[in-house]
């Protein structure tokens, strides 16, 4: 395993929260399903909400630049069921390319950009892929073709007047070997691929479920090579109190993830912002303002990126 970063927790804490939430983009209650477009009187709401009350929380979107999965499942069953030929098209029906792009919904650019203490990041072009794992958009690409991907993204944030930070979570968690050397190519410097809600946690504890295995289950940590940060995801709304307590105490990152989608027609997405997730969150997050105070870090991911990076250039 490749080395801890140093320096990624400022001195004298003990610990740090960071939360982010992922698919944010601006459908709305009167599209297929809502993902940010009401903004307050939609999920986006229930951040607001939870930034309100907690003035240290920090925020980071993964935001998909030109969102254009409907449905997460195949729908062409037939087309699904033959092999080979099922991996080469779309499964199911897409946004046409440009209906949720972002720098088309002003209103809603206007409104992330407004929030307090919130950072966006990157979670794909269009969040979609041929065959039957739908939202799993870098899969087999190659090098050059996940450049290109990110510098699609990279101009569509810029024409939307997007101040992003330089990292990724990418949707389905799957993160290839070709798209962090595109990565590195496209000067990003975080990748938060792993998701763990099981693995014990230690000092040592690695990850081993959704996304990137092996690396720390509770720090940041240098991959690829020491050229890309990876954050974990360690914590939602089926994990005790207990193990955001035991992250802290062993000095490491408690990072809450959030989904924007709660339900997609048949799917139900466990930590979809909804109100009992929001009221969960914020149980825990005054548990840890009484107990922890002001020796908790309150971070995000972009942050703990700049000072990672800016500490090892003056080294
Ligand atoms: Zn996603």
Known sequence: ?????????????????????????????????????????????????????????????????????????????????????????????????????????????????????????????????KGPKIPIEFQGQSREEFAELLGEILSIFQSAGIDHVSGICPPGWNSPHALLEAMVDTDLRFIASARDLFTHVSADAVTNMHGMKGVSLIYPQWVHGGRLLHMPSNFSCSNPLDRAIEIIENGGLLAIKAHAVKKVFAYVSDDGLDLAYRNF????????????????CWTSMGEITSRVFESRKMT
Request: charged share 30%; aromatic share 12%.
């Open 1 to 129: 395993m490749e080395k801890y970063s140093d320096n990624w927790l400022p001195p004298g804490k003990k610990g740090a929260v960071c939360f982010s939430m992922d698919d944010v983009h601006p459908s709305r209650s009167t599209d297929y399903y809502e993902a940010g477009g009401d903004m307050e009187k939609g999920v986006l709401g229930h951040l607001e909400w939870l930034l309100e009350r907690h003035p240290n929380l920090r925020v980071t979107l993964f935001t998909t630049a030109d969102w254009r999965e409907i449905s997460p499942r195949p729908t062409r069953k037939v087309l699904a069921s033959i092999p080979y030929l099922r991996d080469r098209f779309y499964l199911a029906k897409r946004w046409p390319k440009g209906t949720m792009r972002l720098d088309r919904h002003r209103e809603f650019v206007d409104y992330l950009k407004k929030l307090p203490r919130t950072e966006i990041g990157l979670h794909g072009l269009y969040h979609c892929h």
């Open 281 to 296: 969150i914020d149980m825990l997050l005054t548990f840890l303002e009484d107990r922890y105070g002001d020796s908790l």
